[in-house]
């Protein structure tokens, strides 16, 4: 399955669109105003609350949390000897990493590749395609790079090593 994530430029608050390869959203992703610290709400294309991204804190290490309708899954940033951030996510037994400065990622689990994460060819602006091998992961993979977005200690810089 063919995923484009778009971010809005020019707003107060995070907003994200995921659309089909035919263009047709699947998932609306907001920030909310009053939060207590950064959160993202992912919704469906008719406006169903799906899920919700935040960071918690208070915690020792870098800590996140994505909470669907079923379950609270729990992501930890683990920096690697490469400099470069891996989140994992525990429950679900999935890790995120690659190069996050040029947008090249996969979320792994185990040595299988669950989803490829990359910049769209000819795009204006930045979307990047994310291609998921199974159709029912897609709201978790989705989940998994927005907190990449969240965290404030993932920049372009740390990414330059390989």
Same mark, same amino acid.
């Given at each position: 399955m063919e995923l484009y994530i778009?971010?809005?430029k020019l707003t107060v608050l995070d907003k994200y669109e995921v659309t089909d390869r035919k263009g047709n959203l699947v998932y609306d992703i907001r920030g909310e105003l009053i939060s207590a610290g950064k959160r993202l709400r992912i919704? +469906?294309?008719?406006?169903?609350g799906l899920a919700t991204v935040y960071e918690k804190k208070l915690t020792i290490r870098d800590r996140y949390i994505i909470a669907t309708r079923t379950a609270e899954i729990e992501v930890f940033r683990i920096d690697t000897i490469r400099k470069v951030p891996e989140y994992r996510?525990?429950?679900?037994g999935w890790t995120l990493k690659g190069d996050f400065g040029r947008k090249d990622l996969k979320i792994m689990e185990g040595l299988h590749t669950v989803a490829h994460?990359?910049?769209k060819? =000819? +795009?204006f602006?930045?979307?990047l395609k994310m291609e998921v091998r199974n159709e029912n992961e897609a709201l978790a993979a989705v989940a998994l790079l927005l907190v990449s977005? =969240? #965290? #404030?200690?993932?920049?372009p810089e740390?990414?330059?090593e390989k």
């Amino acid at each position: 399955m063919e995923l484009y994530i778009k971010k809005a430029k020019l707003t107060v608050l995070d907003k994200y669109e995921v659309t089909d390869r035919k263009g047709n959203l699947v998932y609306d992703i907001r920030g909310e105003l009053i939060s207590a610290g950064k959160r993202l709400r992912i919704n +469906s294309a008719a406006g169903t609350g799906l899920a919700t991204v935040y960071e918690k804190k208070l915690t020792i290490r870098d800590r996140y949390i994505i909470a669907t309708r079923t379950a609270e899954i729990e992501v930890f940033r683990i920096d690697t000897i490469r400099k470069v951030p891996e989140y994992r996510a525990k429950q679900i037994g999935w890790t995120l990493k690659g190069d996050f400065g040029r947008k090249d990622l996969k979320i792994m689990e185990g040595l299988h590749t669950v989803a490829h994460i990359r910049p769209k060819a =000819l +795009s204006f602006g930045e979307i990047l395609k994310m291609e998921v091998r199974n159709e029912n992961e897609a709201l978790a993979a989705v989940a998994l790079l927005l907190v990449s977005q =969240l #965290d #404030d200690n993932n920049k372009p810089e740390n990414a330059e090593e390989k």
